[in-house]
């Protein structure tokens, strides 16, 4: 696996470490929600600590800028409560080098958001970044640098590159089990069959011509926005939702899609059925030729999901990303459910990332024992997986010159499709359910609450990122 060194073959007793994990975590109105990326690390650190070495802690929460930049100290109590362990914020304008000095064997401190620093944004080469003081200062009292998570690896910014050229470098476990997760990925298993959905749908556009040109991908199941975003590629009117694109500036998208289905056409498979909130605030899947309607679209529909389990037999790797619909809304989680419940029973390998999605999968009652692997990354596994340049990796295996990372996939808005005033209060009707869909639902079905149903969707990144207006650029194929 690359020319990595893992630090599960080091001794780290009595060692001091510094280690950048990803926290970044929803964080409203100040509350931190619990996920599994604070799940994940606490189990690490934990770990670590209890082999007695001394852990300096780096990781961020949202954009400068932004009002998620905020203090680690409520992700420090989460870390503390979970790891039995008291965990304290040191801020960066303390003596944080002489605290360093002072750690006990076993000791865990978390240093404040490092993008409270002015220049952890921005792209550096490795040996630039490591001339920053902040890193220089760390790195003095450290004799270890673990990088444990591949949601950062992305990034050109100074605390996921800056500490390689200092110090010895080691790939962490959770790190680990991504890279070993992603190596079926490499060895380009066939067939392999993606099912994207969610929100980013440029990345998503991207993404899709990448596997294709470089013939990663045999198929592409497209749900979600993706989905209709191809349906209006191909002519169909959706009615409603077609004002929602047009808000959220994704007619753009349109022509690149277009030219994506004359290349690639034929492996990829859309949506035949849709599932609209009817007048009565019900449930109601309708035909594609029944398009355009009056109402939203909310999901995919029961013909579709079946058309995307079959896609899915024989795949030997599967790779999913984002939600099929929106899930947040009661009755209009089914497509999810049921296109996330046939992944689970393939019996190929199943990599599911993502923001979007891992927020799904906990709604829908899954777990990271139905998959082969959930991974934490969302736009850097796509990164990854689209085979663009992974600064955060390069470093790690030290080839240092050529760190700095490329342009972004994009930047572009995550769409919010349910406005909170707009979410359902009351439960819909039964949804149709052919009797083979129904049997191979999760045996548990709890009713919605109806705060659960009046949540807007969570998405991690939707108030991060600048909304980009410039035409998206699509690589030349080949
Ligand atoms: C994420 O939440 O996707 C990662 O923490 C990366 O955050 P960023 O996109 O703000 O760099
Ligand atoms: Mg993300």
Request: glycine share 6%; proline share 5%.
């Amino acid at each position: 696996m690359g020319n990595y060194k893992f630090l599960k073959d080091e001794n780290i007793s009595g060692k001091t470490i510094v280690i950048r994990v990803d926290l970044n975590s929803n964080v409203e109105d100040g509350e931190l929600f619990e996920n599994a990326r604070l799940r994940k690390y606490a189990k690490t650190l934990k770990e670590m600590s209890e082999k007695n070495a001394k852990l300096v802690v780096l990781a961020h929460q949202g954009r400068k800028g932004n009002e998620d930049c905020v203090s680690l100290k409520p992700h420090a109590e989460e870390l503390s409560e979970l790891t039995e362990k008291e965990i304290k914020v040191l801020p960066w304008d303390s003596d944080y080098e002489t605290a360093i000095k002072e750690m006990q064997a076993g000791d865990i401190i978390l240093m404040e958001n490092v993008r409270f620093h002015d220049n952890e944004e921005q792209d550096f080469s490795a040996e630039d970044a490591s001339k920053i003081e902040w890193i220089q200062k760390i790195a003095s009292v450290c004799q270890i640098f673990v990088q444990d998570a591949l949601s950062v690896c992305h990034r050109s910014q100074p605390s996921v590159i800056g500490f390689t050229p200092l110090l010895p470098s080691f790939v962490g476990p959770v790190l680990e089990a991504e890279l070993a997760a992603l190596k079926h990925f490499d060895s380009g298993e066939k067939p392999c069959v993606f099912v994207l959905g969610g929100s980013k749908i440029k990345d998503s556009l991207y993404l899709i011509n990448e596997l294709f040109g470089k013939q990663k991908a045999d198929k592409i199941c497209a749900g979600g926005l993706l989905g209709e975003l191809f349906l209006k590629a191909k002519g169909v009117v959706l009615g409603e939702k077609d004002k929602f694109f047009e808000e959220k500036g994704f007619n753009e998208l349109v022509e690149p899609a277009k030219q994506v289905l004359e290349n690639y056409g034929e492996q990829i498979v859309l949506p035949v059925d849709v599932a609209i909130m009817n007048d009565s605030d019900e449930r109601e899947e309708i035909s594609i030729s029944e398009l355009p309607k009056d109402n939203s679209i909310f999901d995919i529909g029961t013909e579709t999901v079946a058309e995307f389990k079959g896609s899915l037999k024989g795949a030997k790797l599967i790779v999913a990303n984002g939600p099929m619909g929106v899930f947040e809304k009661m009755d209009f989680e089914i497509g999810t459910k049921r296109v996330f419940n046939a992944i689970s029973k393939s019996r190929g390998f199943s990599l599911v990332g993502g923001g979007d999605t891992e927020t799904a999968l906990e709604q829908v009652d899954f777990s990271d024992k139905d998959f082969s692997h959930i991974s934490l990354a969302g736009k850097a596994l796509l990164q990854y997986i689209s085979g663009k340049k992974m600064p955060g990796l390069i470093v790690l295996q030290g080839k240092t010159s050529e760190s700095k990372a490329e342009q972004p996939i994009s930047e572009e808005p995550v769409a919010k499709e349910v406005p909170v005033e707009e979410a359902v209060e009351e439960p819909a009707a039964e949804e149709p359910k052919s009797e083979e869909s129904a049997a191979e639902e999760p045996a548990v079905e709890e009713p919605k609450s109806e705060e659960s149903a009046a949540e807007e969707p969570k998405s991690e990144e939707s108030e991060s990122e600048a909304p980009e207006s410039k035409q998206p650029e699509l690589p030349p194929q080949n």
